[in-house]
């Protein structure tokens, strides 16, 4: 099942910890505020991205199913 | 020859005797009377239009709102009848919720709707509710003493005769841009600031008790009300094929007079004009439209088959002109800020990137701008589109870019130090102090 990183924009708070855990699916604009792209991600980093999400301070990244 | 209400702004209802008989040719009179300004109240309204045909099966007054080809008249023209499918399926049974917020500044025909004819409105509220098989019904309108009185009685007077089978609440929308979007009026119920939600599925909002809600534009509702006693046939006997019906639209002239007229869809813009207006561009669809250059406006119809392609949309129905005697970088700059004032400040990059954009903006509306500004508005700009939990990022920057591309001549004088404004009155209307406090959202 294909999935992809989203963002909760109003929960998050710029902490920028996905960026450095998984700056291969996340960058920050310049506000610190992630941009992830809503390609699904690849097998090869899926523990990448799980590892992003459960660190999220603000609880506002999740793995979702692509729509 | 149709009748136009002309209000004042800010004036928050229409005052008797601003009704003038000088609408466009082939304008309606399907929800407002022909005859000025005068409520109308319970007898006249069932005069006029007859009793509501209670009893009918719902499925069949869903079928008739997709024959019909209703949509949603608060701007986002999404169908009516899927919303109601929507409703009629949820569980537990949804709260319906009559939405005329209407917290678009340069929008008066939702309340000019509820001031004068707020037993259609009244009436689709019973009609959705039936729909959905709900017992409880929510008038969400705007936070005015003088409105609330008259809707008030308008429901004491069903009421006296207990012709609705749903309680109505009426509930005040705070003065808020964002208050009548869903999910900030789904807070707003629950007891909650009216602050926009983060819904990555889509569907119906929900209260805090988890009870979804049906929430329908006051005009929309208006239109439901009529297509339950005539029919979907009736009701595209107006509009276009694609666009049937038709719609309230509030005008902004050059010469400062404003006015509610009801027109089918797919009018002509240049029949909403003046005849020999000074304008440059005309905004269509709002705060969240876009500018179109006069001349090209005036070719087009009032229909988001054809205005959609040029990045505009109907909206709610906003049509407001630009005179030539005013700079349209300067009148964007001021509404910019007001949206970034208007931000719920709870998505980082519409908190930050609003406030830049409308700065720079602000900028490029004076005389010999730095060249940074151009470079980085367009760059925050796209930082900010689609980043929002709701779509305010997305529609201020839809009207921001517009302005860049309709007013590019402008953008070149303004370069060399020149400005063709001579006129420094602000013309596109803004409330007279943006609330700035936290409270003003609950």
């Known amino acids: 099942m294909a999935k992809q990183l989203r963002v909760d924009p109003t929960a998050c708070t710029g902490h920028g910890l996905c960026a450095e855990l998984a700056p291969e699916l996340v960058t920050l604009d310049e506000w610190g505020y992630p941009l992830v792209t809503n390609r699904p991600v690849p097998r090869a980093l899926d523990r990448t991205a799980r590892r992003a999400v459960t660190n999220c301070p603000a609880l506002a990244l999740a793995l979702a199913r692509v729509p | ?442």
């Open chain 2, 1 to 442: 020859m149709t009748g136009c209400l002309t209000l004042p702004f800010p004036a928050p209802v229409p005052a008797a005797g601003d009704y003038v008989l000088t609408g466009p040719d082939g304008g309606l009179h399907r929800l407002l009377p022909a005859d000025g300004a005068a409520q109308v109240d319970l007898t006249a309204h069932l005069a006029r239009y007859g009793a509501l045909p209670h009893r009918a099966e719902p499925r069949r007054i869903i079928a008739e709102v997709e024959a019909a080809g209703l949509t949603g008249r608060g701007g986002a023209a999404f169908p009516a009848y899927r919303k109601l499918t929507a409703a009629a399926n949820a569980r537990p049974t949804p709260v319906v919720v009559g939405n005329g917020a209407e917290g678009e500044p340069a929008s008066s025909k939702d309340r000019s709707l509820l001031w004068i004819s707020p037993h259609l409105v009244l009436d689709g509220l019973q009609i959705a509710a039936a729909t959905t098989g709900s017992r409880t019904a929510v008038l969400y309108a705007p936070r005015n003493e003088r409105l609330h009185q008259r809707l008030a009685l308008a429901i004491a007077e069903r009421a006296a005769v207990r012709m609705d089978t749903a309680a109505v609440e009426l509930r005040d929308a705070p003065g808020r841009f964002l208050a009548g979007e869903e999910s900030a009026l789904a807070s707003h119920l629950t007891g909650l600031p009216a602050l926009p939600g983060y819904r990555p599925a889509r569907g119906l909002p929900r209260l805090g008790s988890g009870q979804p809600v049906l929430v329908q534009n006051v005009e929309t509702l208006a239109h439901l009300a009529l297509i339950a006693r005539y029919g979907a046939r009736w009701f595209r006997t107006a509009g276009t094929e694609e666009e049937p019906g038709s719609m309230l639209a509030t005008l902004h002239h050059a010469d400062g007079r404003m006015g509610v007229v009801e027109v089918p869809l797919g009018i002509p813009v240049a029949q909403l004009l003046g005849p020999r207006e000074p304008v440059q561009a005309v905004l269509i669809g709002g705060y969240h439209g876009a500018w179109l250059p006069a001349d090209q406006a005036a070719t087009l119809p009032l229909a988001n088959a054809a205005l959609g392609p040029l990045g505009a949309t109907v909206g709610a129905g906003v049509v407001a002109v630009l005179p030539a005697d005013r700079c349209g970088l300067g009148e964007t700059a001021r509404v910019a800020r007001y949206l970034a004032l208007e931000s719920a400040g709870q998505c980082g990059p519409c908190f930050n990137g609003l406030p830049r954009i409308a700065a720079a903006l602000d900028h490029l509306a004076r005389p010999r701008p730095d060249r940074r500004a151009r470079a980085d508005l367009d760059r925050w700009a796209g930082l900010v589109e689609g980043r929002g939990a709701c779509h305010h990022p997305d529609g201020s920057v839809r009207f921001i870019r517009s302005a860049l591309r309709v007013f590019a001549a402008e953008t070149a004088l303004h370069e060399q130090g020149r400005c063709s404004g001579t006129n420094p009155q602000p013309f596109l209307p803004l409330p007279s102090s943006p609330p700035l406090a936290h409270t003003d959202w609950s």
